[in-house]
């Protein structure tokens, strides 16, 4: 949404998935940036979740992580 609460739809994946594929160290996380890359909008288990939240947090700005945020807990 923008800040006056209009919906926009953005499409990280690939942003999201180059994060991850130059900044990790772990080979399990090369193949899920690849996936988010390739694949765009996926289902994700709780530890990717885990793993794309720690990313969200480092890479990109708070309206980015906002949206995440309601999207992983629609409840909140």
């Given amino acids: 949404m923008d800040i006056e609460g209009k ?3 953005l499409d ?3 942003e999201l998935g180059n994060a991850i594929y130059r900044e ?3 080979i399990g996380e090369v193949e899920l940036a ?3 890359y390739l694949e765009g909008e996926l289902e ?7 793993i794309v939240k720690s990313f969200m947090e480092r890479f990109f ?3 980015i992580k906002e ?3 309601k999207i992983i ?3 909140k």
Avoid: H
Avoid at 44 to 50: D, K, P, Q, R, T
């Fill in 12 to 14: 990280i994946s690939k």
């Fill in 61 to 63: 700005k708070g309206f």
């Fill in 34 to 36: 690849r996936k988010i």
């Fill in 7 to 9: 919906e926009q739809v």
């Fill in 24 to 26: 990790t160290m772990d």
């Fill in 44 to 50: 994700l288990s709780e530890g990717e979740v885990e």
């Fill in 67 to 69: 949206a995440f945020y």
């Fill in 73 to 75: 807990n629609p409840k």
